[in-house]
């Protein structure tokens, strides 16, 4: 009997699958980086279930692989192809546990869909502002583990930021129950926060407590075309300015992006008369009833066009218009696969260089990248852009990705990091960043998260080989 049967031995029967075909649909990462190897799939229940699977792994020394809603673009709920490992799926561990509404928080386990609490707290009156394109299928627990960004941060922040209070089980089988859902709570290290974006490398993650807000009473959403890149930090400044603070997404979309998306959807209409260079989605949120949202926006656009800043714009009128602009900017990677793919760069600068980013970036692969097409996007209020490169139409998008994955992106990470931002914003390390994470990582920040991995999972059965080289 080996360490695997060992653990399965130690587990009632209808704890786990092992039908291979099953099987196999937990062992591919969204993007098709990897297909890796697992004799079967544990899928708790309850969170005492999780203890019991840990604790078994732990005794036997098998590796676990978190799972949530396998949309990680960094290949980090994938086991690796030795089959040595076990794939710990969350997906029966979504109960929501409940809503306060006067303490404006819900309870929820980790295993819930991130749509399916975002209608929990719609139906309680209120709001999650955690929002991402992958909300039908990640998961609350996945959110946290990859501290997911989105396009609500810059009014709400990220994952990370909207946690109160966290219920996990340790590498040995321990429970940390740290899950009051409590805005003030100073005694002794905030531990919930280094499971926050590790990836499933310190712990299960199995309920968590969240802020809400209040429902938005007014949602003015605004398409905007820009001529010069650089107006775009003037722009998101006066839209903060003119809206109290109240921008809750910036989203930018360039040309090229634009272009390729309704090249690949027929159905699909330019939302303005005439393209530009760059545009903006801008939205706008308010829980008041009384102040006028609308006419600040509106008042915002007569300011930004007078002053040539913005050059065209149209103002949703109703949800039906709304959802037609989201779709554009939401389904933007779509295109990408239709062409290919893309070779993605998620950076993110200081807002105050990022349209110098986006150009010196641009000439970057004008120059060095063979002809590649730029699909540049992303939640830039928050510092934070998808600068994206899709192969040439005559090129093998393949081998052309993994090329200018060679000979091209790192400038533009090092041009990222000169200009003091980070060569992964928003998407985690997973295995895909774990050599740029080396490359550049503060030392005394690599020493310190080894420390910890070591500290808490000496056995190194918490996902293995992401985000920490051990
Ligand atoms: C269309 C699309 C749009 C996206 N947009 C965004 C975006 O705007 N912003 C953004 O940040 N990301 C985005 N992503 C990436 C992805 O959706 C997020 O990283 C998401 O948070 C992952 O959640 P998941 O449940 O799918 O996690 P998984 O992919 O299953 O897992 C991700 C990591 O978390 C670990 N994990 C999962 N559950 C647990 C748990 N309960 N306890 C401990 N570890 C766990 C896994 O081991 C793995 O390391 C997008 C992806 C897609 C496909």
């Given amino acids: 009997m080996d360490r695997i049967d060992s653990v399965l031995g130690d587990l009632p029967a209808d704890l786990y699958i092992t039908d291979p075909d099953v099987v196999s649909r937990y062992l591919t990462d969204f993007r098709r980086f990897r297909t890796g190897r697992s004799r079967a799939v544990l899928r708790p229940r309850t969170t005492a279930e999780v203890q019991r699977i840990v604790a078994s792994c732990a005794a036997h020394g098998v590796p676990l ?165 650089d107006a775009l930090t003037t722009i998101l400044a006066r839209a903060q300015q003119f809206t109290g603070e109240n921008i809750t997404s910036f989203e930018y979309i360039s040309h090229h992006s634009l272009a390729l998306l309704l090249a690949a959807q027929d159905s699909l209409r330019h939302p303005l008369s005439a393209p530009s260079a760059h545009y903006v989605l801008l939205e706008a949120q308010t829980c008041s009833p009384v102040f006028a949202m609308e006419e600040a926006v509106a008042q915002l656009l007569e300011e930004l066009m007078g002053e040539g800043l913005v050059t065209d714009g149209t103002l949703a009128a109703g949800e039906q218009q709304r959802d037609r602009l989201w779709y554009l900017r939401e389904h933007i990677p779509e295109a990408e696969v239709a062409n290919g793919g893309s070779v993605k760069h998620d950076v993110s600068v200081p807002t105050s260089v990022l349209p110098a980013f986006i150009t010196e970036a641009s000439a970057i692969v004008a120059t060095h990248g063979a002809g590649g097409r730029l699909s540049i996007y992303g939640h830039v209020g928050d ?88």
């Fill in 65 to 229: 692989v978190p799972q949530g809603g396998n949309t990680s673009y960094c290949a980090a709920a994938t086991p690796s192809t030795q089959g040595d490992e076990l794939v710990l799926s969350l997906e029966r561990l979504n109960a929501v546990r409940g809503i306060d509404a006067a303490n404006l928080s819900l309870t929820a386990e980790a295993g819930c869909v991130l749509s399916v609490l975002q209608e929990a707290a719609n139906d309680a009156g209120l709001m999650l502002p955690l929002d991402l394109g992958s909300r039908q299928s990640c998961q609350i627990g996945g959110n946290l583990s990859t501290n997911a960004g989105g396009i609500s941060v810059l009014k709400h922040g990220m994952a990370r930021d909207l946690v109160l209070g966290l219920e996990a089980v340790l590498p040995d089988g321990q429970l940390l129950d740290v899950l009051q859902p409590l805005r003030k709570n100073n005694t002794g290290y905030d531990v919930k926060q280094i499971l926050l974006g590790a990836e499933g490398t310190l712990g299960v993650i199995t309920a968590v407590s969240l802020k809400l807000a209040r429902k938005a009473a007014q949602t003015v959403t605004a398409f905007l075309a820009i001529e010069d890149i």
């Fill in 383 to 470: 510092g934070n852009v998808h600068f994206n490169v899709v192969a040439p139409v005559e090129a093998e998008p393949g081998s052309y990705k993994s090329w200018l994955e060679r000979e091209v992106s790192p400038r533009v990470y090092d041009l990222a990091v000169a200009m003091g931002g980070s060569f992964g914003a928003e998407y985690g390390i997973g295995v895909v960043k774990l050599d740029l994470l080396d490359r550049y990582g503060d030392p005394a920040k690599l020493h310190m998260m080894r420390a910890i991995k070591a500290a808490l999972d000496p056995a190194g059965i918490m996902n293995p080989g992401k985000v920490v080289r051990t």
